[in-house]
């Protein structure tokens, strides 16, 4: 069963930047496409960021230019580089690992940008 962990939230003011991480075990991380999610306050989750198991990314309109997913496959591991922050990015941000059927979901890190 997979397990995703996020880490690197925090409370940061405007301007500021934020690197998250998820780390991941009981997958075969390689194959496997990864994203983004996040969820303000009495907001729906939207997708931030993706990336396939190829490399290829993704961003949505809100983000692009600010943040920046990768994944390190020999740490199985997924980054989301966060620059620039904004009030408007404050969420719970979640890490999402797809394979046809296989979905699995971390438990969410905060992000606070406020000054």
């Known amino acids: 069963q997979g397990q995703l962990v996020e880490s690197g939230g925090g409370l940061v003011q405007p301007g500021e930047s934020l690197r998250l991480s998820c780390a991941t075990s009981g997958i075969q991380f390689s194959v496997y496409a990864f994203n983004w999610y996040r969820q303000g306050p009495g907001k729906e989750r939207e997708l931030v960021a993706s990336i396939t198991s190829g490399g290829r990314t993704n961003y949505a309109d809100s983000v692009k230019g600010r943040f920046t997913i990768s994944r390190d496959n020999a740490e199985n591991t997924v980054f989301l580089e966060m620059i620039s922050l904004k009030p408007e990015d404050t969420a719970v941000y979640y890490c999402?690992?797809?394979?046809?059927?296989?979905?699995?979901w971390g438990q969410g890190t905060q992000v606070t940008v406020s000054s």
């Open positions: 999402n690992a797809r394979l046809l059927q296989n979905n699995y």
